[in-house]
Protein backbone atom coordinates (compact mmCIF):
# COMPACT_ATOMS: atom_id res chain seq x y z
CA UNK A 1 0.00 0.00 0.00
CA UNK A 2 1.56 3.41 -1.30
CA UNK A 3 0.62 6.36 1.05
CA UNK A 4 -2.93 7.77 0.11
CA UNK A 5 -3.04 11.22 1.93
CA UNK A 6 -6.34 11.41 3.16
CA UNK A 7 -4.86 12.46 6.40
CA UNK A 8 -1.28 12.11 7.11
CA UNK A 9 1.79 12.02 5.37
CA UNK A 10 4.32 15.12 6.51
CA UNK A 11 7.74 16.37 7.58
CA UNK A 12 10.01 19.44 7.73
CA UNK A 13 8.20 22.41 7.66
CA UNK A 14 9.95 25.91 6.67
CA UNK A 15 8.07 28.88 8.62
CA UNK A 16 8.13 31.50 7.17
CA UNK A 17 6.51 35.55 7.89
CA UNK A 18 4.67 37.02 4.92
CA UNK A 19 4.23 39.78 7.34
CA UNK A 20 8.08 40.65 7.29
CA UNK A 21 7.66 40.32 3.40
CA UNK A 22 5.35 43.12 3.26
CA UNK A 23 7.20 45.29 5.65
CA UNK A 24 9.85 45.22 2.72
CA UNK A 25 7.44 45.61 0.09
CA UNK A 26 6.47 48.80 0.98
CA UNK A 27 9.68 50.32 2.38
CA UNK A 28 10.95 49.70 -1.25
CA UNK A 29 7.94 51.50 -2.68
CA UNK A 30 8.53 54.40 -0.14
CA UNK A 31 12.32 54.26 -1.51
CA UNK A 32 11.36 54.65 -5.14
CA UNK A 33 8.90 57.16 -4.41
CA UNK A 34 11.50 59.12 -2.92
CA UNK A 35 13.92 58.48 -5.93
CA UNK A 36 11.47 59.56 -8.30
CA UNK A 37 11.46 63.30 -7.17
CA UNK A 38 13.27 66.05 -9.46
CA UNK A 39 14.86 68.92 -7.67
CA UNK A 40 13.47 71.03 -11.03
CA UNK A 41 9.54 70.05 -9.09
CA UNK A 42 7.91 72.97 -7.43
CA UNK A 43 8.12 73.68 -3.47
CA UNK A 44 7.21 70.45 -1.59
CA UNK A 45 4.62 72.91 0.38
CA UNK A 46 2.72 73.97 -2.82
CA UNK A 47 1.81 69.95 -3.42
CA UNK A 48 -0.51 68.59 -1.37
CA UNK A 49 1.05 64.81 -0.10
CA UNK A 50 -0.26 61.80 -2.20
CA UNK A 51 -2.56 59.47 -0.33
CA UNK A 52 -1.23 56.37 1.23
CA UNK A 53 -2.44 53.36 -0.44
CA UNK A 54 -1.18 51.03 2.07
CA UNK A 55 -3.41 48.61 3.72
CA UNK A 56 -3.28 48.52 7.45
CA UNK A 57 -1.41 45.70 8.65
CA UNK A 58 -3.11 43.34 11.17
CA UNK A 59 -1.73 44.02 14.71
CA UNK A 60 -0.70 40.52 16.59
CA UNK A 61 -0.97 40.35 19.88
CA UNK A 62 2.11 38.64 21.14
CA UNK A 63 0.17 35.66 23.02
CA UNK A 64 -1.15 34.90 19.30
CA UNK A 65 2.14 34.97 17.58
CA UNK A 66 3.30 32.20 20.35
CA UNK A 67 0.00 30.33 19.82
CA UNK A 68 0.62 30.25 16.42
CA UNK A 69 4.40 29.20 16.84
CA UNK A 70 3.52 26.61 18.95
CA UNK A 71 1.01 25.38 16.38
CA UNK A 72 3.64 24.40 13.75
CA UNK A 73 5.59 23.17 16.17
CA UNK A 74 3.16 21.05 16.89
CA UNK A 75 2.82 19.86 13.46
CA UNK A 76 6.51 19.41 12.67
CA UNK A 77 6.75 17.13 15.63
CA UNK A 78 4.45 15.37 14.86
CA UNK A 79 4.77 15.25 11.10
CA UNK A 80 8.69 14.21 11.91
CA UNK A 81 7.45 11.16 13.40
CA UNK A 82 5.60 10.14 10.81
CA UNK A 83 8.65 10.18 8.64
CA UNK A 84 10.73 8.24 11.01
CA UNK A 85 8.16 5.67 11.33
CA UNK A 86 7.46 5.25 7.62
CA UNK A 87 10.94 5.00 7.19
CA UNK A 88 10.98 1.22 9.10
CA UNK A 89 7.20 1.14 9.35
CA UNK A 90 7.47 0.52 12.68
CA UNK A 91 6.50 2.65 15.64
CA UNK A 92 9.10 1.21 18.36
CA UNK A 93 10.18 4.24 20.43
CA UNK A 94 8.20 6.68 18.71
CA UNK A 95 6.70 9.91 20.29
CA UNK A 96 3.87 9.95 18.02
CA UNK A 97 1.43 10.43 21.06
CA UNK A 98 3.22 13.31 22.16
CA UNK A 99 2.17 15.76 18.81
CA UNK A 100 -1.07 13.82 17.58
CA UNK A 101 -4.27 12.83 18.68
CA UNK A 102 -7.95 11.11 17.67
CA UNK A 103 -8.04 10.62 14.02
CA UNK A 104 -4.55 11.52 13.18
CA UNK A 105 -3.00 9.33 15.53
CA UNK A 106 -5.26 6.39 14.23
CA UNK A 107 -4.41 7.28 10.84
CA UNK A 108 -0.83 7.31 11.33
CA UNK A 109 -1.21 3.86 13.20
CA UNK A 110 -2.89 2.23 10.21
CA UNK A 111 -0.30 3.40 7.22
CA UNK A 112 2.04 2.03 9.60
CA UNK A 113 0.41 -1.14 10.11
CA UNK A 114 -0.53 -1.42 6.50
CA UNK A 115 3.03 -0.70 5.24
CA UNK A 116 4.73 -3.29 7.50
CA UNK A 117 2.19 -5.93 6.20
CA UNK A 118 3.02 -5.70 2.52
CA UNK A 119 6.51 -4.67 2.92
CA UNK A 120 6.53 -1.13 2.23
CA UNK A 121 8.89 1.65 3.42
CA UNK A 122 8.89 5.32 2.78
CA UNK A 123 12.24 6.95 1.79
CA UNK A 124 13.43 10.00 1.67
CA UNK A 125 11.36 12.95 3.43
CA UNK A 126 8.76 15.58 1.80
CA UNK A 127 9.04 18.99 1.70
CA UNK A 128 6.50 20.85 3.71
CA UNK A 129 6.09 24.77 3.69
CA UNK A 130 3.80 26.47 6.41
CA UNK A 131 3.49 30.16 7.11
CA UNK A 132 2.48 31.60 10.87
CA UNK A 133 0.10 33.07 8.72
CA UNK A 134 -1.73 30.26 7.67
CA UNK A 135 -2.72 29.49 11.38
CA UNK A 136 -6.42 30.56 12.32
CA UNK A 137 -6.85 30.33 16.40
CA UNK A 138 -10.23 29.67 17.61
CA UNK A 139 -9.41 31.17 21.14
CA UNK A 140 -13.62 31.19 21.84
CA UNK A 141 -13.39 27.50 21.98
CA UNK A 142 -12.44 25.05 24.94
CA UNK A 143 -10.43 24.03 24.93
CA UNK A 144 -8.34 26.08 22.30
CA UNK A 145 -8.50 25.10 18.58
CA UNK A 146 -6.58 26.32 15.50
CA UNK A 147 -6.80 25.21 11.92
CA UNK A 148 -3.64 24.98 9.97
CA UNK A 149 -2.93 25.21 6.11
CA UNK A 150 0.46 23.56 4.16
CA UNK A 151 1.62 22.80 1.30
CA UNK A 152 2.59 19.67 0.76
CA UNK A 153 5.47 18.20 -1.79
CA UNK A 154 6.20 14.27 -2.11
CA UNK A 155 8.57 14.37 -4.90
CA UNK A 156 11.74 13.37 -2.60
CA UNK A 157 9.57 10.59 -0.16
CA UNK A 158 9.12 7.59 -2.01
CA UNK A 159 7.34 4.08 -1.07
CA UNK A 160 9.58 1.41 -1.31
CA UNK A 161 9.42 -2.50 -1.52
CA UNK A 162 11.53 -4.10 0.50
CA UNK A 163 12.24 -7.16 -1.69
CA UNK A 164 12.65 -5.65 -4.83
CA UNK A 165 13.88 -1.80 -4.00
CA UNK A 166 11.58 -0.32 -6.13
CA UNK A 167 9.06 1.93 -6.04
CA UNK A 168 5.32 1.26 -5.40
CA UNK A 169 4.03 4.56 -5.87
CA UNK A 170 0.99 5.04 -8.43
CA UNK A 171 2.48 6.63 -11.24
CA UNK A 172 -0.24 9.25 -11.86
CA UNK A 173 -0.33 10.22 -7.84
CA UNK A 174 -0.41 13.77 -7.74
CA UNK A 175 2.91 14.29 -5.54
CA UNK A 176 2.19 18.21 -4.77
CA UNK A 177 -1.14 19.43 -3.07
CA UNK A 178 -2.61 21.29 0.33
CA UNK A 179 -3.17 19.78 3.63
CA UNK A 180 -5.97 21.25 5.85
CA UNK A 181 -4.90 20.41 9.69
CA UNK A 182 -7.00 20.24 12.90
CA UNK A 183 -5.27 20.87 16.21
CA UNK A 184 -6.95 21.31 19.78
CA UNK A 185 -4.47 22.32 22.52
CA UNK A 186 -4.40 20.35 25.07
CA UNK A 187 -2.75 21.04 28.90
CA UNK A 188 -0.21 23.58 27.86
CA UNK A 189 0.30 21.47 24.46
CA UNK A 190 -1.10 21.49 21.09
CA UNK A 191 -1.84 18.06 19.37
CA UNK A 192 -2.85 17.62 15.72
CA UNK A 193 -6.48 15.75 15.56
CA UNK A 194 -7.14 15.39 12.35
CA UNK A 195 -5.10 16.03 8.70
CA UNK A 196 -7.04 16.50 4.85
CA UNK A 197 -5.47 16.68 1.88
CA UNK A 198 -6.88 18.33 -0.73
CA UNK A 199 -5.31 17.43 -4.12
CA UNK A 200 -7.52 19.81 -6.12
CA UNK A 201 -5.95 23.04 -4.41
CA UNK A 202 -2.17 23.49 -6.03
CA UNK A 203 0.44 25.36 -4.07
Request: net charge neutral; glycine share 4%; charged share 25%.
Amino acid sequence: MTHDHNSSMTTVVRIRNRRTVSTALVALAAMATAAGCSSGDKDESDQSPAPSSTAPTKTVSADEAQARKAVIAAYQGMTDEQVKAYAKSSLASSNITKYATGKALRDVKNAVFVNLQNGIVVQGEPEVTADEDDVTLDTASKPQRASLQVCFDMNTWEPIDKKTGKSVAPPEQIRRYTIAVQLQEQGSRWLVTEEKADKEKKC
